[in-house]
C-alpha cells in the first residue's frame, strides 16, 4: 500500500480521485494547492504524486519543480492531470519533473492502471537501492573477517580525526600484528590461518565496547584501530584487553617460538592534541610502537604518547657537522644521531623517523649508499631524506640538500617545509 498526494483544486476532482486511489487499495493525502503540497511533505513522506497543472497561485509545474529541487537524489514517481494536450504542454511537464502525463478528464480504469505501472517503477528502486546500499555495504568491508577494510577504515577514522580536532580532545591508534602468522600458515595451512584470523578478529571486537571504535583489517595478519577520546592509560587497557582476550581463545601454534598458543604484538599511540599532528602521523607512530614490540620479544605491547616535537635522525661522519646540526635544530625535534650508515640504518628501522638528515656520500660496510638502503626498504622507503651537502654528481633523482657550511635559517627552513608535505 502506498501513500499518494493528490494535489487538486478542484473540490469535485479531489472527491472523485481519492476515491479511486482508495479503491486501488492505498492512501491518499489531499492538498488543494502547490504551496499547500509543498507545507504537507515537509512532514509527510509519500510514495507518488498526482498533480493537476492549472492551479491559482504555483501551477503544477512549478510545484513539481521545486518538489524535485528538494527531494534531491531521492525520486518518486509524478503523474500530471491536465486538460492542456499540446506538444508544448507535454514537454513543459517532462522537463519539470514529471514521469506521466494524462488529459482530463481521467477514467477509474486509467488512473489505476497508470498507478499500478507507476508503483512497479517504484518498486524496482526499491529494489535497486537496497542492492546499491548492499554493494556499497560489501565494498567496505574486508571480505574475511567483515570488519572494515584499509581504504575505509582511512575514511572513517579521517573523520573522527577531523571530529577530535574541532572538540580539541585526544585520539589514539593501536596496531596490531599476529606474532610469527607465515610459521601458522605454512604449518597449518591457508584454511587455518583464515579461521584463525577470524577468531582474531572477534577478540579484538570484545575489547571495543564504543560505537565510533573503529577496527579495520591493514594487511595480511595486521588490524588497526583507532579509539576517539582516548588516553594513554586508556590504550593500555585496551592493549592489556586484546592480549588477554586471544590468549583465552587458545588457539593452538605448535611452531611459534614466542607460546605455544597464538599470540599479539600490539604498538599503541596517543595523540593528546591533534593541532602540528596528522591522522597518518598517529598511525605512523603506533607503527614505530609496534616495531618496537616485536623486537623486544613480541605477545606484548609498546605504547607512546605523540608530542608537538617530531623525530628527526642526523647520520654524519663528521662530528663537528653532526653537532652543529644538532645545536640548530634541538629546540624544534626530538633528535637522534649517528656516526655509521649501519648505525643510522638500525636507529631508522627501529624508531622510524620523521626525517633523516645525512651525508649523501654516506655508506654501510659493504659500500652501499645509505640513501639508497633507506629508499628501498620498506619501513623507511617512505620517510623524507635531507643531504647536508650536495648529492653526487650521477644521482638521477633531484635531492633535497643543505649546503656546507651549515646556515641555521637553510637547514630549519629545509627541514620544516620536508616534514609538512
Known amino acids: 500500500m502506498m501513500k499518494i498526494l493528490l494535489v487538486e483544486d478542484s473540490a469535485t476532482l479531489r472527491h472523485a480521485m481519492s476515491q479511486y486511489i482508495t479503491d486501488a487499495g492505498h492512501t491518499p493525502l489531499v492538498a488543494e494547492s502547490g504551496e499547500q503540497a509543498l507545507q504537507l511533505l515537509e512532514d509527510n513522506p509519500v510514495d507518488m504524486i498526482i498533480m493537476d497543472v492549472e492551479m491559482p497561485g504555483l501551477n503544477g509545474f512549478e510545484t513539481t519543480a521545486l518538489i524535485r529541487e528538494w527531494l534531491g537524489d531521492h525520486w518518486i514517481p509524478i503523474i500530471f492531470v491536465t486538460g492542456m494536450s499540446e506538444d508544448e504542454d507535454y514537454r513543459q511537464g517532462i522537463e519539470a519533473g514529471g514521469d506521466d502525463y494524462l488529459i482530463k478528464p481521467v477514467s477509474k480504469m486509467i488512473i ?92 579484538i571486537k570484545s575489547c571495543l565496547h564504543r560505537p565510533y571504535d573503529l577496527l579495520g583489517r591493514y594487511g595480511g595478519e595486521e588490524f588497526v584501530v583507532l579509539l576517539p577520546d582516548t588516553d594513554k592509560a586508556g590504550i593500555a587497557r585496551v592493549s592489556e584487553c586484546i592480549k588477554l582476550s586471544i590468549a583465552n581463545k587458545s588457539i593452538l601454534h605448535e611452531v611459534s617460538p614466542t607460546a605455544e598458543t597464538v599470540t599479539v604484538s600490539v604498538g599503541g599511540a596517543c595523540c593528546p592534541q591533534t593541532s602540528g599532528h596528522s591522522l597518518e602521523g598517529l598511525i605512523k607512530a603506533a607503527d614505530r610502537a609496534l616495531y618496537r614490540a616485536k623486537h623486544s620479544g613480541r605477545n606484548q605491547y609498546n605504547i607512546d604518547e605523540m608530542t608537538a616535537h617530531r623525530t628527526v635522525v642526523i ?88 649546503t656546507l657550511p651549515l646556515n641555521q635559517d637553510d637547514l630549519l627552513r629545509m627541514a620544516s617545509q620536508l616534514l609538512s608535505i
Not at 577504515?153 to 585526544?170: D, G, I, M, P, V
Request: charged share 20%.
Open 112 to 203: 489505476t492502471a497508470k498507478i499500478r505501472a507507476m508503483e512497479r517503477i517504484a518498486e524496482m528502486r526499491d529494489q535497486l537501492n537496497a542492492l546499491n546500499s548492499e554493494l556499497e555495504a560489501i565494498s567496505q568491508l574486508d571480505s574475511l573477517t567483515q570488519i572494515y577494510n584499509r581504504r575505509t577504515f582511512n575514511e572513517q577514522a579521517q573523520k573522527q580525526w577531523l571530529l577530535a580536532s574541532r572538540q580539541a580532545t585526544c585520539i589514539s591508534a593501536l596496531m596490531i600484528d599476529v606474532d610469527h602468522f607465515k610459521l601458522y600458515n605454512d604449518h597449518y595451512g591457508h584454511p587455518a590461518g583464515d579461521a584463525c584470523l577470524v577468531a582474531i578478529t572477534d577478540a
Open 315 to 402: 647520520a654524519h661522519p663528521d662530528v663537528e657537522i653532526q653537532q652543529q646540526a644538532s645545536q640548530q635544530l634541538q629546540q624544534y625535534y626530538n633528535l637522534v644521531t649517528a656516526e655509521t650508515a649501519d648505525e643510522a640504518l638500525e636507529l631508522s628501522l627501529t624508531i622510524r623517523p620523521d626525517l633523516i638528515i645525512l651525508s649523501p656520500a654516506m655508506a654501510d660496510h659493504h659500500g652501499r649508499l645509505l640513501s639508497n638502503r633507506l629508499s628501498t626498504t620498506k619501513r623507511t622507503s617512505t620517510t623524507a631524506q635531507l643531504f647536508l651537502g650536495q648529492p653526487q654528481a650521477d644521482t638521477t633523482d633531484v635531492q633535497p640538500c643543505v
